[in-house]
Each structure stands twice: as C-alpha cells, then as structure tokens.
C-alpha cells in the first residue's frame, strides 16, 4: 500500500466532518501529515445574512454584534467586524433581493 497518495473528497459549505486516520493490524505508529483545505471563497448570498433566513434583522444584528472586533462577521471583508460592517447591515435591513 502506498501511503503518499493524496486523498481528496468533494465536501459542502457549512458541514461538519470527522475525519479517522487509522490502519491495519494491531501496531501504533507515529503519524504525521498535512490536512488542506482548499478552494474558492465562499460569499454570502446576502450579505450580513448571516441567519440565512432570506432577512436582516435583529438575529443577524446580535449575531454582528457578538462578533465586534474579530473576523467572524466580517462582511466587507477587512478582516474585522467593525462600523463599516454595521453600516452595511443597516444599509441593507430587510428583505434579501
């Protein structure tokens, strides 16, 4: 068995995985490798949606709010969640088009 063969699995968005190393046979071996994940960026269909339930509103407001200051609400995509991204929201409260 060849065990430099790289294994690669078409995966979804937003799915949790698990992923389980092992082998044949009762023997422990050191292990070692690179897990990468690769492929184009993901956008929001509806920025500041953050819900995806087809609206801004109040949850996607919270959701913002919760992640001031660190990457996790980013919606113009500085790499912070700031002013700029509140305004956005804001600027685009309601229906998704």
Wanted: charged residues 15%; glycine residues 16%.
């Amino acid at each position: 068995m060849n065990t430099n063969q790289p294994l690669t699995q078409e995966l979804v968005a937003g799915t949790t995985y698990r992923v389980l190393i092992g082998g044949y046979g009762t023997a422990t071996l050191p292990t070692s490798g690179d897990l990468v994940i690769d492929g184009p960026p993901q956008s929001q269909p509806c920025p500041g949606d953050y819900d995806l339930s087809g609206n801004r509103d109040g949850a996607d407001l919270a959701t913002l709010l919760s992640a001031w200051a660190t990457p996790v609400g980013d919606i113009d995509g500085d790499g912070d969640t700031s002013g700029s991204d509140l305004a956005t929201l804001l600027s685009g409260w309601g229906a998704c088009p």
